[in-house]
């Protein structure tokens, strides 16, 4: 059967998946290197009879997101690195008042203004702390043009089920690459919002959605709620695993950097290095469990590199997920440097032959 | 099978719609395709270069360190990605902007690889226009690998150009058909 393919950049992949998930608000403020996205929404969304937006600062971009969710849109926004943290105050109401929205991050190098080239120094950012307070993103980390229709598409029904902001984490290499995108129909489900949004209290009782809470005890429960929201997301968690659990060695890796890494793991297995491969998809929550079986299988103690465009950022999530069960090292490319895979089989190799691992 | 490809020359000579060009042809050909350009600063006067690489298998990583083929169209760009160029490998050049004699003396360079000297810019202005020099290019690559077909090259000619620009088909296509003729009259001279 032969499905329509059509040549895409990874950033409008994303806009085309948001499309399909039923977005119809979106607002933003440009920034490279993600432009395609507000570009093909300013094309598409009035014609669906939705609202596109450019705002006059990304602080005034999230908090239309907020005001639309708030009324029962499906609303995203889009930047990159240095407009992310302008809007990480807006980050927090939102996961305050748990409204649902998307919001895709094309990773780009810092700190500060940094550069245009790739990097995934914001890793931190999106799954620690996203804003001030104790509150949480769902972070989904595609790693090609399909995934990132699928996982775009797919945050809107999961935003409206954990009534959670959802982070798409991407970069300027998955966002500015061109690759087939397979256009299908995702099957998203719209969920019941009737019971809460603020659609105007005509035969009901007002409803309030607020942050502030100054009793205290009333406050602590609010957060033990968004804890136990956190927990219910671990039946989300999504990974790739390319192991038996007789490797000796596993590399771990997201996104593009993810890309790269698995040509390296498939030239080494192809010649016969003991080498797996692990990539979490979803980045929060973390996929602990699948790594810690790993780690556990074939009774073996294995290593476990972990490979980033940063300075060592998922590195210390895939120790405390490994709690020791296995060697953890390190391999970390600070943004604008790019690896070729060649370069990760030489690390590869250095570490297999390692024989006391640098535990980190 | 697989095919990596490095295309580089001054911004302004479509090295990035000759890129994209290949990548899409690829597509509708059948193969699984990626086409990654570098941006930025070094698109202002700079030598701008893609990445392209079509192959029969799932693509993993869109960087390449040692491609197999160049399409090399200036100076610059000769000295940037000769010596990346595989073993083995062939680079197409483009003899009105890369002197074969400036290169004489790094003839280590090119030791285990092909270089192809082809008037490109010559021959995109004899096809009606110098700007289509990334067509002739195009068409001496496909003349030698014959990766797509006549029809798929137009197929994905007309959508890369678009509406806006349908008046340039007809040039591209006679870009294209010179560099692909004057490959095969280069091969058999050799």
Sequence with gaps: ?360 | MRFEIILSGFGGQGILFAGNLLALAGMYQGYQVSFLPVYGPEMRGGTCHCTVIISDREISSPLVKEPGYLIVLNLPSFFKFIPRLRSGGLAIVNSDLVERRETEEFHNLTMDKEILWLPLSSLAEQAGSPLALNMCAIGAFNGLLKLFSEKIFKKALREMLGKDKAHLFEVNRRAYLKGKSAIKNLKESI
Excluded at chain 1, 125 to 133: E, S, T
Excluded at chain 1, 152 to 176: C, H, W
Excluded at chain 1, 302 to 325: I, P, R, T, Y
Excluded at chain 1, 332 to 356: G, H, M, Q, W
Aim: aromatic share 8%.
């Design chain 1, 1 to 360: 059967m032969k499905s329509k393919r059509i040549l895409v950049k990874g950033v409008e992949a994303i806009a085309l998946g948001a499309l399909a998930g039923g977005c119809n608000c979106y607002f933003g403020y440009p920034i490279t290197p993600q432009n395609e996205i507000p570009e093909l929404m300013s094309v598409e969304l009035p014609k669906r009879g939705g609202v596109f937006l450019q705002a006059e600062s990304e602080t005034s971009a999230i908090n239309m997101v907020l005001g639309a969710s708030a009324v029962g849109a499906r609303a995203m926004t889009s930047s990159s690195s240095p407009g992310i943290s302008l809007m990480s105050e807006g980050f927090s109401y939102l996961i305050a008042l748990e409204l649902p929205c998307v919001i895709v991050n094309v990773m780009r190098g810092g700190p500060g203004l940094g550069g245009i080239e790739a990097s995934q120094g914001d890793y931190f950012q999106a799954v620690k702390a996203p804003g001030h307070g104790d509150g949480k993103f769902l972070v989904l980390a595609p790693y090609s043009c399909n995934e990132a229709y699928e996982l775009t598409a797919k945050a809107f029904e999961l935003a409206e089920k954990y009534r959670n902001p959802v982070m798409i984490l991407s970069d300027a290499i998955l966002g500015q690459m061109k690759e087939p995108l397979t256009l299908k129909s995702p099957k998203i489900k719209t969920l019941e919002k009737d019971d809460w949004i603020l659609s105007g209290a005509k035969d009901r009782p007002g409803r309030v959605i607020k942050s502030l809470f100054l009793d205290s005890a009333e406050l602590a429960e609010r957060n033990l709620k968004l804890k136990q929201k956190y927990q219910k997301m671990e039946v989300e968690i999504k990974f790739e695993r390319l192991a038996e659990g007789s490797e000796e060695l596993i590399i771990v890796a997201f996104g593009s950097m993810a890309r790269i890494c698995k040509e390296a793991v498939f030239n080494l297995r192809a010649r016969g290095y003991p080498v797996g491969f692990f990539r979490p998809i979803t980045l929060f929550p973390f996929p602990r469990k699948a790594l810690c079986e790993l780690a556990e299988s074939h009774q073996k103690r294995k290593k476990f590199l972990v490979v980033e465009l940063n300075c060592g950022q998922m590195v210390e999530d895939v120790a405390s997920a490994l709690c020791g069960k296995g060697d953890i090292l390190s391999l970390a490319y600070p943004p604008s440097v790019l690896p070729f895979p060649e370069d990760i089989e030489r690390e590869i190799i250095k570490c297999l032959n390692l024989s006391t691992s640098l535990n980190v």
